[in-house]
């Protein structure tokens, strides 16, 4: 597991984060001897900070002390005692959701609104403080607690499953553009970081096309997308399968396939370029220096407005996938709300139903489950945190 000491960016979260956290305290500790025109307006301050001090010591929790806690720090320490002992991890759970839960009990929109407008996204609302509640439970079992803050998100109406405007006949252009520029407003959104994919194009491109080539995508993630007509790639016969060996992409698939990845021989999505990761003599090469050495190069939140420049979260499709797991965890997963929100999502990608006949048992429909949150949320932070929970 992780530790202070790891080393490189490893280190530095751990740093950095208690950095901010005592900026979070000595904020708290001070904003009553301040003077405020507008006494509301210190009110929003302190929720705001109190979202974020719940935020980082719920990163820090997840990265370093899932089995043995972190240090809870709620005021600003002199230089002589820096040096805290670990709480329990019961103890880190109940003093990060007391902060969210003072934030979520407001009930005034003009200190904290439960959605700000579209000028303010990037600021703690009591929805984000409701989706880090969500997800902090959910993170460590805690389902019934998890269920019941996703489910006053789902019944609140703020949020949407995103649908664009585009005409073209792309089936999997929902999900597309949901992660480019023609989709960057929408009401999915529920944390939202400025310029948070700034360096997007910088490490994730090959050389060729000015990149470091520094993200790779597994095949093992390839292979999670389903069929176009809804088949996992394990119920096809031998002969099927070798044929997907040999060309993964011989037969239509799950659309948000080729909207995640950039797949070899692809020249649609980037102009005047075709992808060549398996021909020795292209520069995308896999082998060589500041190629993607998978062969796979990852295309979510690909646009060619950052090729140049360069710009750049917790969506309402992750509180659905995290309703529906606690629901199937909790052992309720013939609930029509399983089907319903799966189908949802799995329709606004261009995919069928859930198949009844098929997951019609809680570890079938687990395995469903699961198989969506890899591909719906793939490269959104997500996936070491689930394989962390499920102990896969």
């Not at 597309?176 to 970081?193: H, S």
Request: aromatic share 12%; with cysteine.
């Amino acid at each position: 597991s992780l530790t202070p000491t790891s080393g490189g960016y490893i280190s530095s979260i751990w740093e950095y984060y208690y950095i901010y956290i005592r900026r979070c305290n000595r904020f708290l500790e001070h904003v009553n001897d301040a003077y405020f025109t507008i006494e509301k307006e210190r009110q929003r301050m302190i929720a705001d900070v109190k979202v974020w001090r719940a935020w980082y010591h719920m990163q820090l929790l997840l990265w370093y002390g899932r089995n043995d806690g972190i240090p809870i720090v709620s005021t600003a320490l002199s230089g002589e005692d820096i040096y805290q002992k670990r709480n329990s991890v019961e103890e880190c759970l109940e003093f990060i959701n007391k902060d969210l839960d003072d934030v979520i009990s407001i009930t005034d929109d003009e200190i904290c609104p439960f959605l700000w407008d579209e000028g303010n996204r990037s600021r703690m609302s009591r929805s984000s403080a409701l989706a880090l509640k969500m997800d902090l439970n959910l993170q460590f079992k805690r389902y019934d607690v998890a269920k019941e803050a996703a489910k006053k998100l789902i019944d609140s109406g703020a949020f949407e499953l995103y649908y664009t405007t585009a005409t073209d006949d792309d089936p999997g252009k929902n999900f597309r553009d949901l992660f480019n520029y023609t989709g960057e407003q929408n009401k999915e959104r529920i944390i939202f970081t400025n310029d948070g994919l700034k360096e997007f194009w910088f490490r994730c491109m090959g050389t060729i096309l000015g990149g470091q080539g520094t993200c790779a995508v597994l095949k093992s993630l390839v292979d999670e997308f389903e069929t176009a007509d809804g088949k996992p790639l394990t119920s096809l016969s031998p002969e099927e399968r070798l044929k997907l060996e040999k060309n993964p992409f011989y037969m239509d698939r799950d659309p948000r396939l080729y909207c995640t990845v950039v797949v070899p021989g692809d020249s649609t999505s980037i102009s005047n370029y075709k992808y060549e990761p398996f021909n020795e003599s292209s520069s995308d090469y896999f082998s060589k220096t500041g190629a993607v050495r998978s062969g796979y190069m990852l295309k979510k939140w690909l646009s060619e407005q950052d090729r140049a420049s360069g710009r750049g979260s917790l969506d309402y499709a992750e509180v659905l996938l995290d309703y529906v797991e606690c629901l199937v965890e909790l052992g309720d997963w013939k609930n029509p709300d399983v089907e319903k929100y799966l189908s949802m999502i799995r329709n606004r990608a261009g995919m069928p139903n859930m198949d009844k006949s098929v997951y019609n048992t809680q570890e079938k429909v687990r395995e469903l489950y699961r198989r969506e949150r890899r591909v719906e949320l793939a490269f959104e932070g997500k996936r070491y945190h689930d394989i962390r929970r499920w102990g896969i």
